[in-house]
């Protein structure tokens, strides 16, 4: 019902022409979406798995990878244990 008052008042071309721009459109920005969304999560998971040290004897901060309360100083070798907010 609905295609055919949609043919009457619009050409047939003119149709197929904005539909098939249309899906393009929202094919470009379902592509561009998913890959912003992608490098997001990416760049903040690499974030989140990090965990700042503070080096007590240097005052020295620094940051390891996920999965160790202790990690050692870079600058003087101190192990220090995690930091706790
Ligand atoms: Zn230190």
């Given at each position: 019902?609905?295609?055919?008052?949609?043919r009457?008042?619009?050409?047939?071309?003119?149709?197929?022409?904005?539909?098939?721009?249309?899906?393009?459109?929202?094919?470009?920005?379902?592509?561009?979406?998913?890959?912003?969304?992608?490098?997001?999560?990416?760049?903040?998971?690499?974030?989140?798995?990090?965990?700042?040290?503070?080096?007590?004897?240097?005052?020295?901060?620094?940051?390891?990878?996920?999965?160790?309360?202790?990690?050692?100083?870079?600058?003087?070798?101190?192990?220090?244990?995690?930091?706790k907010?």
């Amino acid at each position: 019902m609905a295609c055919e008052v949609l043919r009457v008042v619009t050409p047939p071309d003119f149709t197929l022409d904005v539909v098939l721009y249309g899906l393009l459109v929202l094919g470009v920005f379902g592509v561009l979406w998913v890959y912003y969304d992608r490098r997001d999560r990416t760049l903040y998971d690499a974030q989140r798995r990090k965990i700042t040290f503070h080096c007590i004897r240097c005052d020295h901060l620094y940051t390891e990878t996920a999965g160790t309360e202790t990690a050692p100083c870079p600058k003087c070798g101190h192990v220090n244990t995690r930091l706790k907010f």
